[in-house]
């Protein structure tokens, strides 16, 4: 069965430092999106991409968070300049569409971001 | 999105149906009705979604009341690896446009006892 596929893991860094979580969508689908989940804390939107460009983001998606398909199969989240309060699990998720059937968003298993 | 209402937690025996309450009284007419579960700290898993008729698919069913406002999930025989925070999310279902983010809630955590 497909999957969506994350990398690292877990990643630690300094603050101050640029992080770049990876995620390989399903490979069909043409909505991604990610998410985060500050430990003990619900999972939040943080954005949404379509056809090239952000479809959708929350208030969290400040100009330090950037997000690019370099290529096509991979779908990054870059942080620029860490913060201590930008640790948390990173979810990355796909879906076929955006509505109607089929629009079930599908996870990975998520990066734990580490700042120190 | 509509908001939705979980309990907090609830219990099942194991082999048992888990049965597990949403209120949505504020969905409209376009808005649907979708099931995610979370196992400990891994990524949210989609279970089962559905507009006004009940579903049904390999994880569970979905019960709708006619009037929309509430609905059940149903995991027909429940397994300790179902234990899991079960999220009961509303959000408009048009296709095509943009694609946007699912909003969680609290979601109940359920626990099931062997």
């Known amino acids: 069965e497909p999957e969506v596929t994350q990398t690292p893991s877990h990643q630690v860094t300094q603050m101050g430092q640029e992080v770049i979580l990876r995620c390989v969508p399903i490979s069909n689908h043409l909505y991604f999106y990610w998410y985060r989940q500050i430990l003990g804390q619900k999972v939040e939107f943080l954005v949404s991409?379509?056809?090239?460009?952000?479809?959708?983001k929350s208030e969290i998606f400040d100009d330090q968070f950037s997000v690019e398909r370099p290529d096509g199969s991979n779908f990054t989240l870059k942080i620029r300049s860490t913060k201590l309060e930008d640790s948390a699990m990173y979810f990355c998720a796909s879906s076929l569409t955006s509505g109607g059937r089929n629009n079930e968003q599908f996870f990975g298993p998520g990066t734990r971001l580490t700042v120190l | 999105d509509a908001k939705t209402t979980q309990p907090t937690s609830m219990d099942c025996a194991e082999g048992r149906a888990a049965n597990l309450p949403c209120n949505h009284s504020t969905i409209s007419g376009n808005e649907y009705v979708y099931w995610y579960r979370q196992i400990h700290s891994q990524g949210p898993q989609y279970i089962i979604h559905?507009?006004?008729n009940n579903e049904t698919n390999e994880m569970a069913s979905l019960i709708i009341t006619e009037d929309r406002k509430s609905s059940t999930l149903i995991l027909p025989h429940a397994t300790l690896r179902d234990t899991a925070v079960y999220y009961c999310i509303v959000r408009v279902g048009f296709a095509g446009g943009g694609a946007d983010g699912l909003t969680f809630g609290k979601g109940t955590h359920l626990i099931i006892q062997p």
């Open positions: 559905g507009l006004k």
């Open positions: 991409f379509y056809n090239n460009e952000i479809s959708e």
